[in-house]
Antibody, heavy 126, light 106 residues
Framework: EVQLVESGGGLVQPGGSLRLSCAASGFTFSSYWMTWVRQAPGKGLEWVAN????????NYEDSVKGRFSISRDNVKNSLYLQMNSLRAEDTAVYYCAKDRRIAVPDTRPYWYFDLWGRGTLVTVSS | DIQMTQSPSSLSASVGDRATFTCRASQSISTYLNWYQQKPGKAPEVLIY???NVQSGVPSRFSGSGSGTDFTLTISSLQAEDFATYYCQQSYSVSWTFGQGTKVEI
């Protein structure tokens, strides 16, 4: 079955750390960019970070730069998000998502998220 | 970063109604615009990519249009399972950004 399963969420104090994992199955994980997206309680979606196929290219949303680190293990078919110096505003459900790239003639490709996990809740509170 | 603004923030409708909602980008993003549907307690699912391309498996009542800064998602005839929140997302430049969502309610 094609799926993504997140784990590692929980309650952590402000300033603490947490490592999220996302286990992929049913597709060739090493062939795709992967992304973390979060959603604060009752709020909208926020892109957090993404990583290319071999882990050599990473991008981060400004508010998490320097605190979060995205990585992957293509042997274990797993994506990770190391979160340090956590703040109350990082409280959210964190989703991992598979990026889909569609080639467009003579211009840049389309990108979208075609597979999502069910999410893992991170609560930052004292 | 490119800001995405959706309107309205919520919409009351009935089964069978035609529903239209909009998304505006803070700068031109050509057709690099995706639409997602999210039901309560569930992960989002893609409906439309590239402004007007319907994802495989998505019902034909969903359609998208627009380019540049203004985009529209249309549901031609609302079904009970369509009551959800809809998000637009630009894929023109990293960091990808989402709109704040439009909630479709009965």
């Amino acid at each position: 079955e094609v799926q993504l399963v997140e784990s590692g969420g929980g309650l952590v104090q402000p300033g603490g750390s947490l490592r999220l994992s996302c286990a992929a199955s049913g597709f060739t994980f090493s062939s795709y960019w992967m992304t973390w997206v979060r959603q604060a309680p009752g709020k909208g979606l926020e892109w957090v970070a993404n990583i290319n196929q071999d882990g050599g290219e990473k991008n981060y949303e400004d508010s998490v730069k320097g605190r979060f680190s995205i990585s992957r293990d293509n042997v274990k078919n797993s994506l990770y998000l190391q979160m340090n110096s956590l703040r109350a505003e990082d409280t959210a459900v964190y989703y991992c998502a598979k990026d889909r790239r569609i080639a467009v003639p003579d211009t840049r490709p389309y990108w979208y998220f075609d597979l999502w996990g069910r999410g893992t809740l991170v609560t930052v509170s004292s | 970063d490119i800001q995405m603004t959706q309107s309205p923030s919520s919409l009351s409708a009935s089964v069978g109604d035609r529903a239209t909602f909009t998304c505006r980008a803070s700068q031109s993003i050509s057709t690099y615009l995706n639409w997602y549907q999210q039901k309560p307690g569930k992960a989002p699912e893609v409906l439309i990519y590239g402004a007007s391309n319907v994802q495989s498996g998505v019902p034909s009542r969903f359609s998208g249009s627009g380019s540049g800064t203004d985009f529209t998602l249309t549901i031609s005839s609302l079904q009970a399972e369509d009551f959800a929140t809809y998000y637009c997302q630009q894929s023109y430049s990293v960091s990808w950004t989402f709109g704040q969502g439009t909630k479709v309610e009965i």
